[in-house]
């Protein structure tokens, strides 16, 4: 499968879509999911073009980790959650949706069904 340069995300990376913005640097937008599992759904949007985890650069990869765990970190603390899920899939059987590399952090609160 081909990377296409005129899915949502990259829109978004270009600025031709608006967004709720949370951070922005050269290795990736941190943005708040539009239809969110749990509050404080976010998004991080590598700025490299890869489709998913399976054609992305190793060294992109490597590049914006760091910034995950810092987001997931803050977002905690910000949210209180009591637990944090970490996602990312695969094309569509997997349940991509959206064909632009990206990694889910929904925050987790005690009591509240996943979702819910
Ligand atoms: P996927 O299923 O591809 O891993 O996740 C795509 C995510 O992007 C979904 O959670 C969906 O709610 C979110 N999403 C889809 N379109 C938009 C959009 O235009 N803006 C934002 N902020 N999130 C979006």
Not at 26 to 42: C, E, N
Not at 69 to 97: H, I, M, S, W
């Amino acid at each position: 499968m081909t990377y296409d340069p005129t899915n949502i995300f990259a829109k978004i990376l270009k600025g031709e879509l608006p967004c709720h913005k949370v951070y922005d640097d050269d290795t990736a937008l941190v943005m708040m999911d539009i239809f969110p599992q749990s509050k404080g759904h976010t998004l991080i949007i590598p700025k490299a073009p890869s489709r998913n985890l399976l054609d992305a650069d190793p060294g992109d990869l490597a590049a914006v980790m760091p910034l995950v765990q810092r987001v997931a970190r803050a977002l905690k603390t910000v949210t209180n959650a009591d637990g944090l899920r970490f996602a990312q899939y695969n094309e569509a059987p997997a349940g991509q949706t959206v064909f632009h590399l990206h990694f889910h952090l929904i925050p987790a609160y005690e009591g509240i069904a996943p979702g819910a």
